[in-house]
T-cell receptor, first 113, second 108 residues
Framework: DAGVIQSPRHEVTEMGQEVTLRCKPI?????LFWYRQTMMRGLELLIY????????DSGMPEDRFSAKMPNASFSTLKIQPSEPRDSAVYFC???????????FGSGTRLTVV | QKEVEQNSGPLSVPEGAIASLNCTYS??????FFWYRQYSGKSPELIMS????GDKEDGRFTAQLNKASQYVSLLIRDSQPSDSATYLC????????FGPGTRLSVLP
C-alpha cells in the first residue's frame, strides 16, 4: 500500500483565496483525521471521520474551514477565505481499529501571504 | 478536555547514552498511549504503543506506563545521532490527543 497520500505537498496562496487540501487514506482504514501543526500550538485535531461520516469537528477553528469525505478513498479540507494565520502544516491520518496507531500522510505545507 | 504534557526540550544526550522522555496526561479514562517520532520536515511515525502498567520493550526503546501517576515515558538506550528528532506522546481513544513534543538531540 502506498500509505496515506496528501496533495499538494506545498501550497502558497494569497490571503482571501480558497485553498483545498486533499487526502487519500489507506485502503480499508475506516477512520480519517485532519490535523494542523504549528510551532506555537503543536499538533491539533481539526476533524475526524468514521466510515465517511464526520464524528467530531469541534477542532475546526471557524466557519472558514470545511471538510468532506464523499467516499472511503477521498477527503478534502477547504479553507475559504484563507488568512495568514492559517499558515501551517496540515496532516491527514487514517487508522483501522484492528491496527494500532495512526498512519500519517506526508502533510501539506500551507503558506498564506 | 484531555491534555497531554511534555517538556519541549531540547534534551541533549551524548551518543551511546540513555535518553529519557516523559509525558503526563490528564484523562484518567485514557487506556492507550503512543510514542511518535517526527524528524524535521517529516510526518510523525509510530514507534511504540503501551496499554498496561509497567514496561514494554522493543529493541532499543522501552515505554513505561504508570496509570496511577498518569505518567508515560520512553527510554532510548544506546542513543544514536539518527535518533535526533521530536518525540510526540499521544493518549489514545477514538481520537488521539498529542502532546507538544520533546526535541531530542543526540550529540556525536
Amino acid at each position: 500500500d502506498a500509505g496515506v497520500i496528501q496533495s499538494p505537498r506545498h501550497e502558497v496562496t494569497e490571503m482571501g483565496q480558497e485553498v483545498t487540501l486533499r487526502c487519500k487514506p489507506i485502503s480499508g482504514h475506516d477512520y480519517l483525521f485532519w490535523y494542523r501543526q504549528t510551532m506555537m500550538r503543536g499538533l491539533e485535531l481539526l476533524i475526524y471521520f468514521n466510515n465517511n461520516v464526520p464524528i467530531d469537528d469541534s477542532g475546526m477553528p471557524e466557519d472558514r474551514f470545511s471538510a468532506k469525505m464523499p467516499n472511503a478513498s477521498f477527503s478534502t479540507l477547504k479553507i475559504q477565505p484563507s488568512e495568514p494565520r492559517d499558515s501551517a502544516v496540515y496532516f491527514c491520518a487514517s487508522s483501522d481499529p484492528d491496527v494500532e496507531g495512526y498512519t500519517f500522510g506526508s502533510g501539506t505545507r500551507l503558506t498564506v501571504v | 478536555q484531555k491534555e497531554v504534557e511534555q517538556n519541549s526540550g531540547p534534551l541533549s544526550v551524548p551518543e551511546g547514552a540513555i535518553a529519557s522522555l516523559n509525558c503526563t496526561y490528564s484523562d484518567r479514562g485514557s487506556q492507550s498511549f503512543f510514542w511518535y517520532r517526527q524528524y524535521s520536515g517529516k510526518s510523525p511515525e509510530l514507534i511504540m504503543s503501551i496499554y498496561s502498567n509497567g514496561d514494554k520493550e522493543d529493541g532499543r526503546f522501552t515505554a513505561q506506563l504508570n496509570k496511577a501517576s498518569q505518567y508515560v515515558s520512553l527510554l532510548i538506550r544506546d542513543s544514536q545521532p539518527s535518533d535526533s528528532a521530536t518525540y510526540l506522546c499521544a493518549a489514545g481513544g477514538q481520537n488521539f490527543v498529542f502532546g507538544p513534543g520533546t526535541r531530542l538531540s543526540v550529540l556525536p
